[in-house]
């Protein structure tokens, strides 16, 4: 069972262009979680969806920031005209749905380090 | 500010010896804990997980304790391995707002 995918794994942007970052959850996974943790730092929480939901974006800035979780394909963090203090890593989680394993835990992908130039 | 946060940025221990690692948390309504490790350049990895109706939970080399009275968590690791350098976080779970994560303990093993 492979574990929650991120790609790419590492993405370099220049001041204003558009930053995409993938993230595909554990199989049999339905909550997806975006966080983004700088140097020396723990993660900060940004954004928790479910299939074609956004459950709670209460940690994802308000602007140039949006995330999806289409009914196919992978969940999307979309950054748009980035500035240099968007650098940092960017982890997604998984958690599966209520009735399997335990909801609450969440595993890690390896994340995307997001550089911008 | 943090909910969630360690009380020692670095901890270095000799190999073989036992190493604890120390959260404090300030929301007393929390109901679920998480310690992971992370190391240089990958994503947290799970290690080990309590509720807040537990007071001890036993993992392989690893154990948890939850202290409610004081809102104390530690991380014991036993007969500690260079594989066990990295950086260890403990999050705190208080519903659809995801994790919340305190800053981290660097561990370092010496040989």
């Known amino acids: 069972n492979a574990g929650v995918m991120q790609n790419p794994r590492h993405l370099v942007r220049r001041r204003g262009q558009e930053a995409r970052l993938r993230c595909s959850p554990m199989?049999?996974?339905?909550?997806v979680y975006w966080y983004r943790q700088l140097p020396e730092e723990g993660l900060k929480f940004m954004v928790y969806?479910?299939?074609?939901?956004?459950?709670?974006e209460s940690g994802m800035p308000k602007e140039r920031f949006s995330a999806e979780f289409p009914k196919e394909g992978p969940s999307i963090l979309r950054i748009q005209q980035v500035v240099r203090g968007d650098s940092a890593a960017y982890f997604c989680?998984?958690?599966?749905?209520?009735?399997?394993?335990?909801?609450?835990?969440?595993?890690f992908g390896p994340g995307t380090r997001l550089t911008v130039l | 500010g943090e909910s969630v946060g360690l009380h020692l940025p670095t901890l270095s221990v000799q190999e073989g010896d036992n190493s604890i690692i120390n959260c404090a948390y300030s929301?007393?309504?929390?109901?679920?804990f998480i310690w992971y490790k992370q190391e240089s350049g990958k994503g947290p990895q799970f290690i080990i997980d309590?509720?807040?109706?537990?007071d001890k939970r036993q993992g392989q080399r690893v154990t948890v304790l939850l202290n409610k009275t004081v809102k104390h968590l530690s991380l014991q690791i036993a007969a500690t391995q260079p594989g066990d350098s990295a950086v260890y976080f403990c999050?705190?779970?208080?519903?659809?707002?995801?994790?919340?994560f305190g800053k981290g303990t660097h561990l370092i093993i010496q040989p």
């Open positions: 989680a998984s958690s599966p749905p209520v009735g399997r394993e335990d909801p609450d835990t969440q595993y």
């Open positions: 199989k049999g996974h339905s909550h």
């Open positions: 969806l479910q299939k074609e939901n956004i459950i709670d």
């Open positions: 929301n007393s309504a929390s109901d679920y």
């Open positions: 309590i509720r807040s109706n537990m």
């Open positions: 999050a705190e779970n208080r519903g659809a707002d995801g994790l919340t």
